[in-house]
């Protein structure tokens, strides 16, 4: 069965941080396209950033320079360093998958995030 389990969210002020994780169970998590989605309230979810398989890394123009993601592959965990906050940041934040070793895909249950003072 997979499972991917976010953690980290939580009430942080503006110019704040915070790191999410994502643990993944249930297939190879080095042949798994990671990425991190985003949904705010009345709002369509957005790509926030992806990690590839081998690392290479893409993020949405509002969190470049803000927003890292990285992965570990002996942890089967991927993560997000979210510094600056704004409060536009505040969503629900979903972990998702996408296999490269054959067609399927996994969402996280999310894990809200919200920035306010």
């Known amino acids: 069965q997979v499972q991917l389990v976010e953690s980290g969210g939580g009430l942080v002020p503006p110019g704040g941080s915070l790191r999410l994780s994502c643990e993944a169970s249930g297939f190879t998590f080095a042949s798994g396209a990671m990425s991190w989605y985003r949904q705010a309230p009345g709002k369509e979810r957005e790509l926030v950033a992806r990690i590839g398989i081998y690392g290479s890394t893409n993020y949405a123009e509002s969190v470049k320079g803000r927003f890292t993601i990285s992965r570990d592959n002996a942890k089967n965990t991927v993560y997000l360093q979210m510094n600056s906050l704004k409060p536009e940041d505040t969503a629900v934040y979903y972990c998702?998958?996408?296999?490269?070793?054959?067609?399927?895909?996994?969402w996280g249950q999310g894990t809200q995030v919200t920035v306010s003072p």
């Open positions: 998702f998958a996408r296999r490269v070793d054959r067609p399927m895909d996994y």
